[in-house]
């Protein structure tokens, strides 16, 4: 464990029990072929960057599950010695350590929350990454290969957009959550973790229902009954209204959404809509919706907008 750790949360954090974890599995790290040997706590609070009163805040903690006996004055970093009950927990924190499994559910959920606490800056670089608190496992650090996984697979789910220069094994290094991500983030809690909720979102139907003229759509919560052939402000509408689902990023839903006004707007001097100018605006809705996910609405806006191109070319 050679990255430094970040600085100690305040005693009421819910993270103060990962740092008892990160003690214990310290202490066990110094003592591994000998546990009962004594260890001076110092070098601990120099590589956590804390003092030594939140050092004995832990030391107490571990004290009072009986996991190790703690001497010296107060005044001073404590001198520890592991008991029993302390070596069976450490052994089993360290296999829970390396498994590539529990590091992998960790580096999804912490990469995905790190990026909802700072979602209001862009672009984030997913190399700040590495100086946050998230990147701890156990007190372990995450490797940039863990992190690039966890980028692909949050990807892969639509929950999160990698773009700009890359950052390892092809994925992009400037990170952006989508409107996926943050259902993921705040359902947290009620579904377990990630995998769980990317697991249920692959679950839901996705089905496309086409008869005469009528289109309908249902895919997951979204569901939405169109006419082919429509109009230009009726096209505009149709865009607005699956926005969400075409443009999980801000920044494509928001060009998304300014071309679908300019579509609703009357271009000609007599306010009449002027067809060059709205096959424009159909074209450049058509290009926005190039780098949109594969999905059901998705094919449903190519599909009127390609109607509606054709009935402005009289066909």
Same mark, same amino acid.
């Given at each position: 464990?050679?990255?430094?750790?970040?600085?100690?949360? $305040?005693?009421?954090?819910?993270?103060?029990?990962?740092?008892?974890?990160?003690?214990?599995?310290?202490?066990?790290?110094?003592?591994?072929?000998?546990?009962?040997?004594?260890?001076?706590?110092?070098?601990?609070?120099?590589?956590?960057?804390?003092?030594?009163?939140?050092?004995?805040?832990?030391?107490?903690?571990?004290?009072?599950?009986?996991?190790?006996?703690?001497?010296?004055?107060?005044?001073?970093?404590?001198?520890?010695?592991?008991?029993? #009950?302390?070596?069976?927990?450490?052994?089993?924190?360290?296999?829970?350590?390396?498994?590539?499994?529990?590091?992998?559910?960790?580096?999804?959920?912490?990469?995905?929350?790190?990026?909802?606490?700072?979602? $209001?800056?862009?672009p984030l670089r997913i190399e700040a990454f590495f100086d946050s608190a998230e990147?701890?496992?156990?007190?372990?650090?995450?490797?940039?290969? #863990?992190?690039?996984?966890?980028?692909?697979?949050?990807? $892969?789910?639509?929950?999160?957009?990698?773009?700009?220069?890359?950052?390892?094994?092809?994925?992009?290094? #400037?990170?952006?959550?989508?409107?996926?991500?943050?259902?993921?983030?705040?359902?947290?809690?009620?579904?377990?973790?990630?995998?769980?909720?990317?697991?249920?979102?692959?679950?839901?139907?996705?089905?496309?229902?086409?008869?005469?003229?009528?289109?309908?759509?249902?895919?997951?919560?979204?569901?939405?009954?169109?006419?082919?052939?429509?109009?230009?402000?009726?096209?505009?509408?149709?865009?607005?209204?699956?926005?969400?689902?075409?443009?999980?990023?801000?920044?494509?839903?928001?060009?998304?959404?300014?071309?679908?006004?300019?579509?609703?707007?009357?271009?000609?001097?007599?306010?009449?809509?002027?067809? $060059?100018?709205?096959?424009?605006?159909?074209?450049?809705?058509?290009?926005?919706?190039?780098?949109?996910?594969?999905?059901?609405?998705?094919?449903?806006?190519?599909?009127?907008?390609?109607?509606?191109?054709?009935?402005?070319?009289?066909?």
């Amino acid at each position: 464990m050679s990255a430094a750790a970040p600085p100690f949360p $305040d005693h009421d954090s819910e993270s103060f029990d990962r740092f008892r974890s990160r003690l214990l599995l310290w202490v066990w790290d110094q003592v591994m072929r000998s546990p009962g040997l004594p260890v001076d706590c110092a070098e601990f609070g120099t590589w956590q960057s804390i003092p030594q009163s939140t050092v004995w805040s832990l030391v107490d903690r571990l004290g009072e599950q009986q996991l190790i006996s703690a001497q010296g004055p107060r005044q001073y970093a404590p001198t520890v010695t592991l008991l029993p #009950e302390g070596v069976a927990e450490a052994r089993l924190l360290q296999a829970r350590r390396a498994d590539p499994v529990r590091r992998g559910r960790h580096a999804t959920s912490a990469v995905l929350r790190w990026i909802y606490a700072r979602s $209001d800056r862009q672009p984030l670089r997913i190399e700040a990454f590495f100086d946050s608190a998230e990147l701890f496992f156990l007190g372990e650090a995450l490797s940039r290969a #863990e992190v690039a996984r966890a980028l692909s697979y949050l990807a $892969d789910s639509r929950l999160i957009t990698c773009t700009g220069p890359e950052f390892q094994g092809g994925v992009g290094s #400037e990170v952006a959550l989508t409107s996926l991500g943050t259902d993921a983030v705040l359902s947290e809690s009620e579904t377990g973790d990630i995998g769980e909720f990317v697991a249920r979102q692959r679950q839901r139907p996705q089905q496309t229902h086409i008869e005469a003229e009528t289109v309908n759509v249902a895919q997951g919560d979204f569901h939405q009954s169109i006419q082919t052939a429509l109009s230009p402000a009726e096209l505009s509408r149709l865009i607005r209204q699956l926005a969400p689902v075409l443009a999980p990023d801000d920044a494509s839903r928001t060009a998304l959404l300014n071309s679908a006004d300019d579509l609703a707007r009357p271009g000609g001097p007599d306010g009449e809509p002027d067809p $060059d100018r709205q096959r424009g605006l159909m074209e450049r809705v058509r290009r926005l919706l190039g780098d949109s996910p594969d999905t059901v609405g998705r094919q449903v806006a190519l599909d009127a907008i390609g109607q509606a191109l054709g009935r402005l070319l009289g066909g």
